[in-house]
């Protein structure tokens, strides 16, 4: 009960704030991996058996509509006043998990719509995008397949998004979540080179046709920023050359990264956005704030780490227990900004 009244002051504080807050200077960009949001019926043709009631992990429709909660809360809470225009998603199962979580959570108050395709992910597991509808404009949005080699087990599309901000700046957007490490680092680096490939081959053929296009790139990389991967299709902001610049190469928060192994901080979610994107606010056009990119957290979205030192993202399930948390990884946000028309 304590929550849903939380939720409640939130969205009337949001309300007041977003009623006195009409010109749209600033759009705030999140991303978020919200660890397995899985509807717990039966998904045919995919593994997704262990989410199911009776499965190991006793996932019930009661759970999901916690987890739900949760998610909305961490949304509304990283943009403050200003709830983010979009909110790239990855580990969802499925379209009706998303409009539950827009439209049985208050998120539909804020204008969100979803943008969704089922991928070859043999979990079932995919990636998506919220926009609010009344300061986006989608255009076109289709997946992009990431080929594995044959014999091996298909991975998420690349979900690319384009469309118009605030009337003013069209965006093309795509929302990524690259094979895991799972099996080792190195054995598996091949799989995210092929993805980073193909990735690269998008923005190449975007930039080609645009020359200053203004691109957004997010996602769980499952890689850092200055792993091989990344490092094909980005550099710092401080460098000079070709490619994307990686925004999580100067990261703000109070942790050093977005997910905990044992003792070990890593920030494999990241953002990453076009040169365009950097230029210095000098018309009306959107830019980057800065060059940082900010990890959000807040003390429910950590927990004391009972094996380590420090802390750790409050989490959903710790093995096969249930926490009721919120994630496994801490979610991160940039801030565009434009400067106002007088």
């Known amino acids: 009960m304590a929550r849903f009244l939380l939720l409640i002051f939130l969205y009337f504080c949001l309300a007041c704030g977003i009623i006195l807050s009409q010109t749209h200077e600033t759009a705030n960009i999140l991303f978020y991996n919200v660890e397995n949001l899985f509807n717990p019926a039966k998904n045919e043709g995919k593994l997704d058996d262990e989410f199911l009631p009776d499965g190991p992990r006793h996932w019930t429709h009661s759970r999901k509509r916690e987890k739900q909660v949760n998610i909305s809360r961490v949304i509304l809470f990283s943009g403050k006043w200003n709830p983010p225009v979009l909110v790239g998603l990855c580990e969802v199962e499925d379209r009706d998990v998303l409009n539950e979580l827009i439209w049985e959570t208050g998120l539909d108050r804020f204008n969100y719509s979803v943008v969704h395709f089922e991928s070859r992910d043999q979990r079932g597991i995919d990636v998506a995008l919220l926009y609010r509808r009344d300061r986006f404009s989608v255009l076109d949005a289709f997946p992009l397949a990431v080929e594995m080699p044959e014999n091996s087990r298909p991975t998420r599309d690349i979900l690319y998004v384009s469309g118009v901000l605030d009337n003013s700046d069209t965006l093309h957007i795509m929302v990524n979540h690259w094979p895991s490490r799972w099996g080792g680092e190195g054995t598996t680096l091949s799989k995210r080179m092929i993805a980073a490939r193909t990735l690269k081959n998008i923005c190449d053929s975007i930039l080609s046709d645009a020359a200053g296009a203004k691109i957004i790139v997010m996602g769980d990389f499952n890689d850092n920023p200055w792993n ?40 494999f979610d990241q953002i990453l956005v076009s040169e365009s994107l950097l230029k210095s606010l000098n018309d009306s056009s959107y830019a980057v704030t800065d060059s940082v990119m900010h990890v959000v957290t807040a003390p429910f979205l950590l927990e004391d780490d009972p094996g380590f030192p420090g802390s750790r993202p409050f989490r959903t399930y710790a093995g096969y227990s249930y926490l009721g948390g919120f994630s496994d990884h801490l979610p991160v946000m940039v801030e565009l900004k434009k400067r106002a028309i007088e």
Do not use: F, Q, Y
């Open 228 to 267: 091989e991967s990344m490092r094909l299709i980005s550099r710092k902001p401080s460098e000079n050359g070709e490619g994307l610049v990686n925004l999580a190469c100067n990261i703000a928060g109070d942790v050093p990264g977005t997910i905990k192994h044992r003792h070990e901080w890593n920030c």
